[in-house]
């Protein structure tokens, strides 16, 4: 039972674009949402989060939105930028405090 | 100042030998958690520690899945008997404690079973 889903496998997009990234969860109890970055061979590096009592936050060119009702978040990155190249991970945390990740959105920008 | 350290990076292992790994956690984070990330799959919870309440054991896929944590610092995930299913990357987070939920990740440890 996947509770944190992320249904794009990948992303392809040009420098200077936006680009979206999509995650859907079934666990209304999750109360913090947090997007992580991937490089190959390395760990997961913290990108930007949001509380489940907001329903947007940015941080530069990164802008996750939230939407409760249909259990949705988002990332946005403008302008894309080829660094940007990475697979993204959506997680979510309800009380236990453990994270619950989906499987990944490969992104990829290109020039 | 210093993330999360993780060793070794690589280990191959031949079936039914045992393995440990081992996290250094950042410095002060009282909560420490334990992921595999499997080929194509996405990041799946096996352990969490906080402070010195009991871990929380729950993602632990079988018994031959163990971890300790010693001085509420360190940490080790031991793989008894390894079987082939369970290669993957084993990466380690850690983080401030209960209401701080941003977690930092080390580097991973690479995991083949022969």
């Known amino acids: 039972d996947q509770q944190v889903k992320q249904n794009s496998p990948s992303l392809s997009v040009q420098e200077g674009r936006i680009s979206i990234l999509n995650c859907d969860y079934t666990?209304?109890?999750?109360?913090?949402f947090l997007w992580y970055k991937k490089y190959p061979a390395e760990g997961p590096t913290f990108l930007i989060s949001?509380?489940?009592?907001?329903d947007k936050n940015e941080d530069g060119r990164f802008t996750v939105f939230l939407n409760k009702s249909a259990k949705h978040l988002s990332l946005h990155i403008v302008p894309s930028q080829p660094g940007d190249s990475a697979v993204y991970f959506c997680a979510a945390k309800d009380n236990t405090d453990k994270l619950i990740f989906g499987t990944g959105t490969r992104l990829q920008v290109f020039p | 100042g210093a993330g999360v350290s993780q060793s070794p990076s690589n280990k191959v292992t031949e079936k039914g030998k045992d393995v440990e790994l081992r996290c250094d956690p950042i410095?002060?984070?009282?909560?420490l958690y334990w992921y595999r990330q499997s080929l194509g799959q996405g990041l799946e919870f096996l352990i969490y520690?906080?402070?010195?309440?009991?871990?929380?054991k729950s993602g632990l896929p079988s018994d031959r899945f163990s971890a300790e944590r010693t001085g509420g610092s360190v940490s080790t995930l031991t793989i008894q008997r390894t079987q082939q299913e369970d290669s993957a990357v084993y990466l380690c987070?850690?983080?401030?404690?209960?209401?701080?939920?941003?977690?930092?990740f080390g580097p991973g440890t690479r995991l083949l079973v022969l």
């Open positions: 949001i509380s489940s009592i907001k």
């Open positions: 410095s002060g984070h009282t909560a």
């Open positions: 520690f906080q402070g010195n309440s009991a871990p929380d």
């Open positions: 666990n209304s109890m999750f109360d913090y």
């Open positions: 987070a850690s983080s401030l404690g209960r209401g701080q939920e941003t977690q930092y």
